[in-house]
């Protein structure tokens, strides 16, 4: 071959072809994703066995067999329970869940007192859904509603007793109202008391340390139960007679410092992944503990640790449900003392109930963590290369 | 060296004979300075004065302690014996000195220590609008000049993980600048660079020098040692061993162990 021999260089740009067949399309994406190799494959027949045994019977127990409507336990009970549906019906009885349903929102809170607790709901959410979507301005004066004024302005419509409107005694609330109220609080609580505590367990003064570990260490070394039930049993032998706590109040305090116990511990994890460099950093430009905590190093450990911050907020949203234990009752808490009701009790209500108790709880805990996903990628500032 | 073609001699006009030295021009004052880590004793005895405008380089070889010593002047590190008098200021316990001794003192660092969830612009109005209390719009006026003093306006809005380490390193000075500092420190800031890029940080410090502001610089370029600094620093096992102007530093080194590190250095 001659050294001017350059056929193999090209003279003008290729244009773009377009992608062969058998990489675009629908059938080129399962071939990809579902059945890539033959291991590929089994496991994608397996998971469709499982898919197929078991979605058809449940689509059929929720939605075709499915009791929408009726007043009472018949309308959900075989002839030979004392109901009306034929021999060897089964299906979700959603009438009990309809008939119950203030019940399950509210709890025992007075029918006619109900719109209170309707408008501390549609404030929480014209409060809550601007301050999550980043695009609407005012974050400042939205969070300072939301974290400041709206506790105190729900906290008057909901308990009463001032401005003419009646007391409504906390024992007489549940369902999703407590779970919400105590979520609230335990969140808006547990993250600021958190930061505090983990900052303070890496600080240099001795005394603060040794305080926040103690506080961690005992907290978090107890079940939530025992604390609950301390807060309801234990803490009035100490306080003088006489004076009495708000069983609920105690609730919400157990839960919250519960909650930043934890909320320590991400934090501290956070904390503690970002390099000396931007400490030094911070301090070189001459900011104070509290700016370079503030401005440098907290927005970025936070972010670091949103899928740990959210997984707490998931778990206190779910370990309210152990407020039955001083004997108020949340969401699920109402749900299961239904079930004892003799005018619904049937076969079908337990499954029902919980079905719709796991739907609500799952509609939340879902929410939470595609926000926080959406707020990882928005935060993403690409410094990780 | 890179920094040979980097810059050209008749680019730094020096003036030595502008330079009054009297007491009142002291910029850093270094005294029988000790320090330790745990048992070891990293700097020895350090004595070093310097005037305001000059340019001290400071070579070494590594874990000579250049780092520490550059780092206790703005109290990244805390000695344990001698003084450090800094602008007029002596290095205390007292928070409230050693923070106003860092607004007068920038430093720029091997890494950049750039803040990764802050914009170019935002990294750079920072501590001006929170430490200096300017208002936002000055703040911002002000960053976009040394932005465009160091070359790169067009980058404000980026995020430092977007820019090169050249341009990171330049942000970097840009943003001690920012604070209007009497003294700028530089801790090795070409050593994590590409030539190409060590070039362009070095123009950016040669300006700087050009305009006169007193400078403490760690760094192994000796291109730009010769033709910037008013005096070369060798350290070794935590002592200053020898202190010369450039020209006899590098031509006619006294010190046995500095003949040995040069040859090394510029092979
Ligand atoms: N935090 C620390 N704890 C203990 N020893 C340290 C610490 N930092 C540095 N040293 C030691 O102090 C000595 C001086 O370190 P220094 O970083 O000042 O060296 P250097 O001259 O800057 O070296 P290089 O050129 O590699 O950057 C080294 O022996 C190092 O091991
Ligand atoms: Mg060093």
Redesign the interface.
């Known amino acids: 071959m001659s050294q001017n021999d350059l056929h193999y260089v090209r003279t003008e740009m290729a244009l773009p072809q377009p992608a062969p067949l058998r990489e675009r399309g629908p059938v080129a994406w399962i071939r990809k994703n579902l059945f890539a190799n033959p291991f590929d494959s089994v496991l994608t027949i397996i998971g469709m066995l499982i898919v197929a045994m078991i979605l058809p019977p449940l689509i059929d127990w929720a939605l075709i067999q499915a009791q929408w409507t009726g007043t009472d336990r018949t309308f959900c009970a075989t002839v030979a329970q004392g109901g009306i549906q034929p021999e060897g019906w089964s299906g979700a009885c959603w009438a009990f869940v309809n008939a119950k349903f203030g019940q399950f929102m509210v709890g025992r809170y007075p029918f006619d007192e109900r719109w209170r607790v309707i408008l501390v709901a549609i404030m929480f959410v014209a409060l809550l859904v601007p301050l999550l979507m980043p695009r609407v301005p005012y974050k400042g004066l939205n969070a300072v509603l939301f974290l400041l004024v709206f506790p105190v302005v729900a906290g008057i419509l909901l308990i009463g007793g001032v401005l003419g409107l009646s007391h409504v005694e906390t024992p007489l609330w549940g369902g999703l109202l407590v779970t919400l109220t105590l979520s609230y609080v335990g969140i808006v609580v547990s993250l600021p008391l958190g930061i505090l505590l983990a900052l303070g367990r890496r600080s240099k003064m001795p005394v603060v340390k040794m305080l926040s570990v103690i506080f961690i260490e005992t907290v978090r070394g107890v079940p939530l139960i025992t604390v609950l039930f301390m807060a309801s049993v234990m803490l009035p032998l100490f306080l003088p007679a006489g004076v009495s706590f708000d069983k609920f109040l105690r609730a919400l305090i157990g839960v919250s410092l519960f909650a930043s116990a934890y909320m320590a511990e991400v934090v501290r994890g956070g904390l503690q992944a970002i390099p000396k460099g931007q400490y030094e950093g911070a301090d070189s430009l001459g900011l104070s503990y509290w700016q370079k905590t503030g401005l440098i190093v907290l927005p970025q450990a936070l972010k670091l640790v949103i899928p740990g911050i959210v997984n707490t907020f998931i778990g206190l949203f779910k370990d309210t449900s152990l407020v039955y234990i001083i004997s108020m009752f949340d969401l699920l808490g109402v749900v299961r003392q239904n079930f004892s009701d003799p005018a619904w009790a049937s076969p079908q209500t337990p499954s029902s109930g919980l079905v719709f108790a796991a739907l609500i709880f799952w509609m939340f805990c879902f929410g939470m963590s595609r926000y926080s996903i959406y707020m990882e990628h928005r935060l993403d500032t690409g410094h990780k290369r | 060296m890179a920094i040979e073609n980097a810059v050209s001699a008749d680019e730094i006009k020096v003036d030595r004979a502008k330079m009054h030295i009297s007491d009142t021009d002291v910029a850093i004052d270094i005294v029988g300075m000790h320090k330790w880590y745990g048992e070891f004793n990293v700097l020895k005895d350090i004595n070093l004065r310097v005037m305001r405008g000059e340019r001290i380089v400071i070579c070494g070889p590594s874990g000579s302690g250049k780092s520490t010593m550059i780092r206790c002047i703005?109290r990244?590190e805390e000695h344990q014996k001698g003084k450090i008098i800094v602008d007029g200021k002596e290095l205390t316990n007292d928070l409230k000195k050693i923070?106003?001794v860092?607004?007068e003192?920038?430093?720029v660092?091997q890494?950049?220590?750039?803040?990764?969830?802050l914009t170019i612009l935002e990294n750079c109005t920072?501590?001006p609008i929170?430490?200096r209390k300017t208002p936002k719009k000055q703040a911002e006026e002000q960053a976009m000049h040394f932005l465009r003093r160091v070359k790169i306006p067009e980058q404000a809005n980026k995020?430092?993980?977007?820019l090169s380490g050249g341009q990171q390193q330049r942000v970097a000075i840009a943003?001690?600048l920012c604070?209007n500092p009497r003294i700028m420190l530089f801790d090795e800031p070409t050593s994590a660079l590409d030539p190409e890029m060590i070039k362009e940080v070095l123009e950016t410090m040669v300006g700087l020098a050009e305009e006169g502001m007193t400078m403490l610089c760690v760094t192994h370029e000796m291109g730009f040692a010769r033709k910037v600094a008013n005096r070369v620093i060798f350290m070794d096992q935590g002592q200053i061993v020898e202190e010369n102007t450039p020209s006899e530093f590098f031509d006619h080194p006294r010190h046995e162990r500095t003949k040995l590190f040069l040859s090394q250095i510029l092979h």
């Not at chain 2, 890494?111 to 969830?117: C, D, G, I, K, V």
């Not at chain 2, 995020?159 to 977007?162: A, L, S």
């Open positions: 703005n990244l923070d106003e860092r607004r003192v920038g430093m660092f890494h950049f220590n750039l803040f990764p969830h920072l501590a929170w430490v995020y430092p993980g977007q943003r001690s604070m």
